[in-house]
């Protein structure tokens, strides 16, 4: 969601990168144009002006204009400024001591309270606790049944005593069986309204004082943008919030909202919600959505991704080969079959360092269907020929291409682009052998392969 917004710092940086002297002149060029893309992005105006004063403030120091790289310095202030706008936040849920912990979710009707409620109940399982929910929306009767159905999808339990409609008798109701089934953790879904209504909010202030919650997670819907914000900060100040959950991150929010949730509503975003699916949760990590959103690349989602895909041994393996350049057309179509399964081709693109304006280049260029072509002719091989690729003459090729019904063109430039990616393997086996080491070292030698496969694809 932050794509446009991303394309338009980018540039901005790579204007600054091309003068080899920063003056106070080019860098309020630089300042009018971030202003512009932050304001265009939907952030809140007084947030804005804010941060380009302390933009400005910092970046026409007499050191940063005197330094080496003083467009990385820019960067780099800009990158600080961005990462105090979500504010110190770990994303989750902080730990707590009590027991059972209560979390009360809060927001306007349609937000995806109940959705998240699911969601959560599912991340929590996942973080090994016992959730149990309950639904406290009397007033639309299939309210109730919902979250039944999404706690069901989730594999938890929902508190739901048959006929009883009293929204504070049913959050106490749900207390009492977390503690007598010993359930560590309640959720406590509520009723919305379309705006913010005095009844609502003696509701939740009476829900509030019978289960005392130590999490209270405003969730608002990102596509609202400033609005939804707005109404975050009236909750917080009539029932108390502690943390944000940003949902529909996924449709065509400019990515105001969240830059703005910490100066407006003065606090930090603790999720974000990116689809209707239970799976579609995600802490939220301000130094990994910063580094995405000016192009740094967000290695460490990638690797947490890459290591849902690939086995540690896999890695292991694939890094021997890189370290003795022994990497084959064979290893080259298995990494392909790895980032098919890391999922779109665009989504682990904008994850990696620099991509992000290859990534727009690229709008459509790389696609399944090419992936699927290289594999054709990879599998019209011989075994023998995948291993050793010194075995593909000119009849080999002309035959492989008639057996995988692409041209000779096509086989020769795969195969060159296999070569190329050998090279570059090569050359990084060299760094990846150097000093660090352990797990992270060796993802990293995968990650790098990976790259190179989404490089060697365009
Ligand atoms: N695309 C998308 N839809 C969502 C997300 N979260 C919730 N929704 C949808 O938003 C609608 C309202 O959600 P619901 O949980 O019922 O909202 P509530 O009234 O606050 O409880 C439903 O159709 C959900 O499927 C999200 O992160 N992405
Ligand atoms: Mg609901």
């Given at each position: 969601m932050f794509d446009s917004l991303s394309n338009r710092l980018q540039d901005v940086f790579a204007n600054l990168g091309r003068e080899v002297r920063l003056t106070p002149e080019t860098v309020e060029i630089a300042l009018r144009e971030i202003r512009m893309a932050l304001l265009e992005a939907d952030v809140n105006f007084k947030v804005v002006k804010a941060f380009v004063d302390k933009v400005r403030d910092r970046a026409v120091d007499a050191e940063v204009l005197k330094s080496l790289s003083p467009g990385q310095q820019v960067v780099r202030i800009v990158r600080d400024e961005m990462l105090a706008l979500f504010g110190d936040t770990q994303g989750g849920l902080p730990p707590v001591s009590a027991t059972p912990r209560v979390i009360l979710m809060l927001g306007?009707?349609?937000?995806?309270k109940t959705t998240t409620t699911g969601k959560l109940a599912k991340w929590l399982v996942k973080q090994g606790k016992h959730p149990i929910v309950v639904s406290t929306?009397?007033?639309?009767?299939a309210a109730i049944e919902q979250l039944n159905l999404v706690a069901k999808q989730a594999g938890v339990r929902a508190h739901d005593p048959a006929g009883n409609l009293d929204p504070v008798s049913r959050a106490s109701g749900a207390m009492q069986e977390a503690r007598t089934l010993g359930y560590d953790t309640i959720i406590v879904d509520t009723a919305g309204r379309l705006h913010i209504d005095d009844e609502l909010m003696v509701e939740l202030e009476a829900i509030k004082a019978a289960v005392q919650p130590t999490d209270q997670l405003y969730v608002a819907d990102a596509m609202t943008g400033q609005d939804a914000i707005k109404s975050a900060g009236e909750f917080n100040r009539r029932v108390g919030v502690t943390g944000v959950v940003l949902s529909?991150?996924?449709?065509?929010?400019?990515g105001g909202a969240a830059l703005s949730v910490v100066s407006v509503v003065g606090v930090p975003i603790a999720f974000t919600g990116s689809g209707?699916?239970?799976?579609?949760l995600e802490a939220f990590h301000p130094d990994r959505v910063v580094s995405r959103v000016l192009g740094m690349g967000d290695v460490l989602s990638l690797i947490e991704k890459a290591e849902s895909v690939v086995t540690q041994e896999d890695a292991a393996k694939l890094e021997k080969k890189i370290l003795e350049n022994d990497f084959t057309l064979e290893d080259f179509r298995e990494q392909l079959q790895t980032i098919k399964r890391m999922g779109p081709l665009e989504n682990i693109l904008g994850m990696l360092p620099g991509m992000g304006q290859i990534k727009q280049q690229m709008q459509g260029k790389i696609d399944d269907k090419q992936m699927a072509h290289v594999e054709a002719i990879i599998l019209s091989m011989t075994p023998r020929e995948r291993r050793n690729?010194?075995?593909?003459n000119g009849s080999r090729r002309r035959r492989i291409a008639r057996g995988s019904g692409r041209s000779v063109e096509e086989v020769n430039r795969l195969i060159k682009q296999f070569l190329d990616m050998k090279k570059m393997m090569k050359m990084m086996g060299g760094l990846a052998g150097g000093k660090g080491g352990g797990k992270l070292r060796k993802q990293f030698g995968m990650m790098k392969a990976a790259m190179q496969a989404q490089r060697t694809l365009r």
């Open positions: 306007l009707q349609g937000s995806g929306d009397v007033r639309r009767p529909k991150m996924d449709g065509d929010a400019r209707e699916r239970l799976e579609d690729h010194q075995l593909l």
